[in-house]
């Protein structure tokens, strides 16, 4: 079945700063999300992004389908980005497969 | 607002006695799907399904049961909760199963079973 890899799988950022996490997926596909999960569980929608970019506020992301990958930009870090970092796809049955997430914490 | 509600938030309850989580989403979606998130073992699908009277297995589908009798709703019911059943439950929808169909989760239940 598919595989999905993140790195790093933890990060600690000071307020202000830049990141970059990474999904590597080991099948051809084409429904790639990135989820947030806060500190309350809540798993919050990021981006649907099967290829190209897409740029949301201080986020951004890229996929490069053809190469099996998929990169989230957070920039400008704010103590409320705290959390853990999903990617995930879908496989033909519909099932989402996730990578097992990056953790990120940012510090005032 | 799009939205796919879950009901409750948590619940705390004893070992056998019967619990329904429910889950309604208001997008027409046919893919509705239940997955369990444990520490050290990721998010596990337990059942989905595919339209109405459509229903299947997961990955973890022991203990569990659902029904999908209207388009909008796919309650998990567990019938005797035990403790290994203690879990942050998610719902998701998605329009269906193919490429282009982007997967909406509802707020997540924190059930613990003692």
């Known amino acids: 079945g598919i595989q999905v890899e993140q790195s790093p799988p933890d990060l600690i950022l000071q307020e202000g700063a830049n990141s970059t996490l990474r999904c590597n997926f080991s099948?051809?596909?084409?429904?790639l999300q990135w989820f947030h999960q806060n500190p309350w569980g809540q798993l919050i929608n990021l981006f649907y992004i099967p290829s190209g970019t897409k740029q949301n506020g201080r986020l951004s992301a890229t996929t490069v389908a053809t190469e099996r990958y998929s990169l989230l930009y957070i920039s400008s870090s704010q103590t409320t980005d705290s959390g853990v970092y999903f990617c995930?796809?879908?496989?033909?049955?519909?099932?989402?497969?996730f990578g097992q997430g990056t953790e990120l914490s940012v510090k005032p | 607002e799009a939205q796919v509600t879950q009901n409750p938030r948590y619940l705390i309850t004893v070992t056998g006695k019967k619990l329904t989580v429910t889950c309604s989403q208001n997008?027409?979606?046919?893919?509705m799907s239940w997955y369990r998130q444990d520490p050290g073992l990721g998010l596990r699908q337990i059942y989905y399904?595919?339209?109405?009277?459509?229903?299947d297995k997961g990955d973890v589908p022991e203990g569990y049961k659902v029904s999908r009798k209207e388009k909008r709703n796919f309650p998990l019911i567990l019938e005797s909760p035990s403790p290994n059943q203690t879990s942050l439950y998610f719902c998701?929808?998605?329009?269906?199963?193919?490429?282009?169909?982007?997967?909406?989760f509802g707020q997540g239940t924190r059930l613990t079973v003692v």
């Open positions: 995930a796809v879908r496989n033909q049955g519909g099932k989402l497969i």
């Open positions: 997008m027409n979606h046919e893919y």
């Open positions: 099948d051809s596909v084409n429904n």
């Open positions: 399904s595919m339209n109405v009277e459509v229903t």
């Open positions: 998701a929808s998605a329009l269906g199963t193919g490429g282009g169909t982007e997967a909406f």
